[in-house]
């Protein structure tokens, strides 16, 4: 079975502080997405990335970076926190051919930010 | 532009009614993919189903059924003889290509609540 696995499922951080979100996919896939859900809004794609040290931003990049150093890992980075920040945030894989193959999700992490 | 609508905010019925959630999408690629997924209240999305642009067929499973229409860029979901198990978000996405990259764009979800 597809595994995706973030490292935190709730997060309380500070105004101000540098936050890294960890997601680790077991299944050798390429392509791999940061969301944020909200109510009302739905998940909105922050950043993508399709290959190892590749990246798009998606719809609601401003505020974050990414890093995927590995194949299997693709972190989200909160440069400096805001309250606005505070979200779930969700985590996805998908393998290349990703236009006719689902994407596998995480089971998300609730960021608190004070 | 929103390129995945699901007007439908939430939605209320009674057990073992039909109910129909709305998903009009918007794109450029000759190619590409539509899904719908689960969100139930414990939170983890789940997938339900994929079609691709290629493929108007519709599909039933179970009490899901799905219309693709290409023609109204509609890719609508029934449940029929609805279930208090089916209560949930369901969000529609869209999977098309943006460079050389595949980004997949989800609709803002219909919350589904099914009263016993």
């Known amino acids: 079975d597809v595994k995706v696995t973030q490292s935190s499922r709730y997060l309380v951080k500070r105004t101000g502080e540098k936050v890294f979100l960890e997601c680790v996919q077991d299944m050798d896939h390429e392509n791999m997405f940061w969301y944020r859900q909200d109510p009302g809004l739905g998940l909105r794609l922050i950043y993508f990335?399709?290959?190892?040290?590749?990246?798009e931003k998606g719809d609601i990049p401003e505020g974050y970076s990414v890093s995927r150093e590995k194949k299997e890992r693709f972190s989200l980075i909160l440069e400096s926190a805001s309250t606005n920040q505070t979200s779930m945030y969700l985590c996805?894989?998908?393998?290349?051919?990703?236009?006719?193959?689902?994407?596998?999700f995480g089971q998300g992490t609730r960021l608190t930010v004070v | 532009a929103q390129k995945v609508t699901q007007a439908q905010t939430e939605i209320s019925v009674v057990e073992k009614e039909d109910v129909t959630l709305d998903c009009v999408y918007e794109?450029?690629?000759?190619?590409?993919?539509l899904f719908w997924y689960k969100q139930p209240p414990s939170g983890e999305l789940v997938f339900l189903i994929r079609?691709?642009?290629?493929?108007?067929q519709n599909e039933i499973s179970g009490r899901y059924s799905w219309n693709f229409q290409k023609s109204t860029s509609s890719f609508n979901f029934t449940i029929t003889a609805s279930q208090v198990v089916d209560s949930a978000v369901y969000f529609c996405a869209l999977s098309e290509e943006i460079g050389s990259a595949r980004q997949l764009t989800f609709g803002s979800g219909t919350q589904l609540t099914v009263l016993p």
């Open positions: 990335s399709y290959d190892v040290k590749m990246k």
């Open positions: 079609r691709n642009s290629f493929d108007e």
């Open positions: 794109t450029r690629d000759t190619t590409y993919y």
């Open positions: 996805a894989s998908s393998p290349l051919e990703g236009m006719n193959t689902e994407a596998f």
